[in-house]
T-cell receptor, first 116, second 113 residues
């Protein structure tokens, strides 16, 4: 099945460590996104990408970087993790202006990251 | 300041009754609104949407109402079923920031059998 997958699903790390979260999709979508979810705040956009050469900052990009290695792969890095980056991270994909569900985004299952 | 607000963190409803989830927004430039549903340990999934040129959109048991003058929308689920128990996120975007979807904090719905 065409899908959005995220690895790892859970990760515990220590302050100051570098960590990478990976996202892969088989939907053939050109647009990919990284969000974080915190209790009481909903999902907030970190970065998004229209294609391999087009990366854009979202609402809360400080402390994060991304890499779009291929149309199907979009990774999120925390160069030096800190405790307030503890959150649930979601990757999503979309294709613009398609059909009835304009800009519907398809989400992966999430990565639960804990920074001690 | 949150541009999309869902002031009820949780809601409990009896099976078969109507569930009404509310959402308020502050940005008058929002022109498209979406509802996503999220089960535990899964990513959100799209449920229903509405354009600002409409005031109602219906899809089976789910209906979204938009009141632009009040900057308010609501999701009605009739009849509610136990499988509807999930967190519901209201989301919105503007015409000029097509990919920057703003999500509300979510409302956790419990449908009691």
């Amino acid at each position: 099945d065409a899908d959005v997958t995220q690895t790892p699903r859970n990760r515990i790390t220590k302050t100051g460590k570098r960590i990478m979260l990976e996202c892969s999709q088989t939907k053939g979508h050109d647009r990919m996104y990284w969000y974080r979810q915190d209790p009481g705040l909903g999902l907030r956009l970190i970065y998004y990408s229209f294609d391999v050469k087009d990366i854009n900052k979202g609402e809360i990009s400080d402390g994060y970087s991304v890499s779009r290695q291929a149309q199907a792969k979009f990774s999120l890095s925390l160069e030096s993790a800190i405790p307030n980056q503890t959150a649930l991270y979601f990757c999503a994909t979309s294709v613009a202006g398609s059909g009835r569900n304009n800009n519907e985004q398809f989400f992966g299952p999430g990565t639960r990251l804990t920074v001690l | 300041d949150q541009q999309v607000k869902q002031n009820s963190p949780s809601l409990s409803v009896q099976e078969g009754r109507i569930s009404i989830l509310n959402c308020d927004y502050t940005n008058s430039m929002f022109d498209y609104f979406l509802w996503y549903k999220k089960y535990p340990a899964e990513g959100p999934t799209f449920l229903i949407s509405i354009s600002s040129i409409k005031d109602k959109n219906e899809d089976g048991r789910f209906t979204v109402f938009l009141n632009k003058s009040a900057k308010h929308l609501s999701l009605h689920i009739v009849p509610s079923q136990p499988g509807d128990s999930a967190v519901y996120f209201c989301a919105a975007r503007t015409k000029t920031s097509y990919d920057k979807v703003i999500f509300g904090p979510g409302t956790s719905l419990s449908v009691i059998p």
